[in-house]
């Protein structure tokens, strides 16, 4: 965990050597970096935003020879495609994969019943609003899939929020992230992003402590009705 800690802050020294060492093979990299975070409901805690932003930044930099464009659509295709293998897992799985006695280990029960209570709240919007929250965003699509979300309106939610994502975290690498300021605090403003992220689920979590409200099953939702 502390290394995962360490590559979070200083993204942009471990991404430099991971171009250093494996040069193209970076982009696949990444690639599955991004896909196995939202894809793998038991990894939440890889990076996201920030190593979008890192990236789009090193591409911006003549020196290392990326192609920023090459790094957003493999971004797009991972952050869509991610999302809909979550969805599929939730929708054959659901709460039997959750309550596998093995499996169920790996998944933080607790982020879940956060992923639970913030898409009751919010409905289908908690899809677009959940790819712009860590943790959050893994839980989501596998919570939709579980309360018999039709999979044609996740994926039209989930394409425009990886759009907006990765346009975003991108865009504010590669115009801003080679910036000598930005350079020198790196790691500032990276705990800046993960902190800015998080706000949402943060205020949620203390209004639910404020009001708590009794929990309304999914299943029982009308969340299957045209918009």
């Known amino acids: 965990m502390g290394y995962l800690i360490d590559f979070v802050l200083h993204i942009d020294d471990h991404l430099v050597n991971i171009v250093n060492t494996f040069g193209g093979s970076t982009y696949w ?25 890192a990236a789009a930044a090193l591409a911006a930099n003549p020196a290392y020879g990326l192609n920023v464009w090459l790094f957003v659509t493999l971004f797009l295709v991972a952050a869509i495609g991610g999302d809909s293998l979550n969805f599929y897992l939730g929708h054959k799985a659901g709460t039997a994969l ?10 933080n029960k607790d982020k879940l019943a956060q992923s639970e209570q913030f898409f009751r709240k919010h409905g289908p919007l908690a899809i677009f609003l959940g790819r712009f929250m860590p943790i959050i965003r893994t839980f989501v699509p596998f919570t939709a899939a579980g309360s018999q979300f039709p999979f044609r309106r996740f994926l039209k939610y989930n394409v425009s929020a990886a759009i907006t994502w990765v346009v975003i975290c991108c865009g504010g690498g590669y115009f801003f992230g080679n910036i000598p300021f930005v350079k020198a605090h790196f790691s500032a403003v990276v ?3 993960i902190v800015i992220s998080l706000i949402p689920a943060i205020i949620g979590a203390l209004r639910g402590r404020k009001h708590p409200k009794t929990p309304t099953p999914l299943k029982n939702q009308n969340l299957t009705e045209d918009d």
Do not use: Y
Not at 29 to 53: C, K, Q, R
């Open 191 to 193: 705990l800046g992003i």
């Open 98 to 107: 959750s309550n596998h006695s093995w499996f169920g280990r790996l998944i």
């Open 29 to 53: 990299i990444l690639f599955a970096i991004v896909f196995v975070e939202t894809g793998a409901v038991i990894l939440p805690f890889l990076p996201g935003d920030s190593l979008l932003f």
